[in-house]
């Protein structure tokens, strides 16, 4: 079992930054794929980005490419998203989420394990 607890979430202003962290238990956090995603009101929970197990291989949705920003430490069980030039539609929870199978996939129902969220708000 794996627990994941998201941090760093608040209000920015637009052109803004902010750090999400995702802390996890567990003893195995280094073989699983770590992903973001974020749901805004009334809409469906979308990919943001995810980072191999290694750290190796990055993947961005193209909302986010050039702004955000994935890295992990396996030795602090810990996945991070870097959120630079903020924008008002950028406002949602976002919620990391871990994957055990083998490769990785931008659809919810694929990842095992989900945080409880963290709110980001972006005033215009």
């Known amino acids: 079992q794996v627990q994941l607890v998201e941090s760093g979430g608040g209000l920015v202003q637009a052109g803004g930054s902010l750090r999400l962290s995702c802390a996890a238990s567990?003893?195995?956090?280094?073989?699983?794929?770590m992903s973001w995603f974020r749901q805004a009101p009334g809409k469906e929970r979308e990919f943001v980005s995810t980072?191999?197990?290694?750290?190796?291989?990055?993947y961005y949705a193209d909302s986010v490419k050039g702004r955000f920003t994935i890295s992990r430490d396996n030795a602090k069980n810990t996945v991070y998203l870097q959120m630079n030039s903020l924008k008002p539609e950028d406002t949602a929870v976002y919620y990391c989420?871990?994957?055990?199978?083998?490769?990785?996939?931008?659809?919810?129902?694929?990842?095992?394990?989900w945080g409880q969220g963290t709110q980001v708000t972006v005033s215009s």
């Open positions: 980072i191999s197990w290694s750290g190796g291989s990055t």
């Open positions: 989420a871990a994957g055990v199978a083998t490769g990785w996939s931008t659809d919810p129902t694929w990842y095992n394990y």
């Open positions: 567990g003893r195995t956090f280094s073989s699983y794929r």
